[in-house]
């Protein structure tokens, strides 16, 4: 029983297209999170919901659209792909914006060609 | 700017002997220090968590030292073994950010047998 999934786990496309990642949690958590980790290992939060409420928008390109449709999951979907997009794409949800593990996804490597 | 700043960024380390990591921030508000382990192609994972109230938290063979005054936090292996091969993320959070972790940039230890 896979508590957050993602999918797909692997993405190559080109660039320019439009493209969406899936997650859902069955942790029945209320807050879900995407995480973006670069070529360097670097993770660094996108985007965080609390009963579907946006929380935390980091400064991401608007091109990068999260939707909540209900808590147990968090779509990203992505317009206007661009090399730089290319990344491992973490999914992750915490019960409570303030309670102190969150439980990750195994990723979705997303490769711009 | 990077709010947690941790080293090595890559270590090396015998079957049998310690490891140690090291993080070190400026933020004071800062007041949730967890660590968290990431093995090729997963999520990364929660491995342990320390708050500023203790200068010592272990858990197995795991240990995070934490000096309040110097602003510093370490997380120590003992009898590290070829199965602990893997990235470590330090990280913190802090009080209202709406569970923003700020993360280091990563360790990548290896455990030679």
């Known amino acids: 029983d896979t508590a957050v999934s993602q999918t797909p786990k692997y993405l190559v496309t080109q660039m320019g297209n439009d493209k969406s990642i899936k997650c859902e949690q069955n942790l029945g958590h209320d807050t879900m999170y995407w995480y973006k980790q670069d070529s360097k290992k670097f993770l660094k939060i996108m985007f965080s919901?609390?009963?579907?409420?946006?929380?935390i928008n980091e400064t991401v390109p608007n091109r990068f659209s999260p939707k909540s449709p209900d808590k147990a999951h968090l779509n990203l979907h992505i317009n206007s792909l661009e090399l730089g997009d290319s990344a491992v794409y973490f999914c992750a949800s915490s019960q409570g914006l303030m309670n102190t593990e969150a439980f990750f996804g195994q990723g979705t490597r997303l490769t711009v060609v | 700017q990077q709010q947690v700043k941790q080293s090595p960024q890559s270590l090396i380390v015998q079957k049998g002997g310690i490891s140690i990591i090291n993080c070190a921030y400026e933020?004071?508000?800062?007041?949730?220090f967890p660590w968290y382990q990431q093995f090729p192609g997963k999520g990364p994972a929660l491995l342990i968590a320390i708050r500023p109230d203790v200068s010592e938290k272990k858990e197995g063979r795991f240990t995070i030292s934490f000096n309040k005054s110097a602003k510093q936090f370490s997380l120590h292996i003992m009898d590290s073994q070829p199965g602990d091969s893997a990235t470590y993320f330090c990280a913190a959070l802090a009080r209202g950010s709406n569970y923003k972790l700020t993360f280091g940039k990563g360790t990548l230890l290896t455990v030679n047998p």
């Open positions: 919901y609390n009963n579907k409420e946006l929380i």
């Open positions: 933020n004071t508000a800062f007041d949730y």
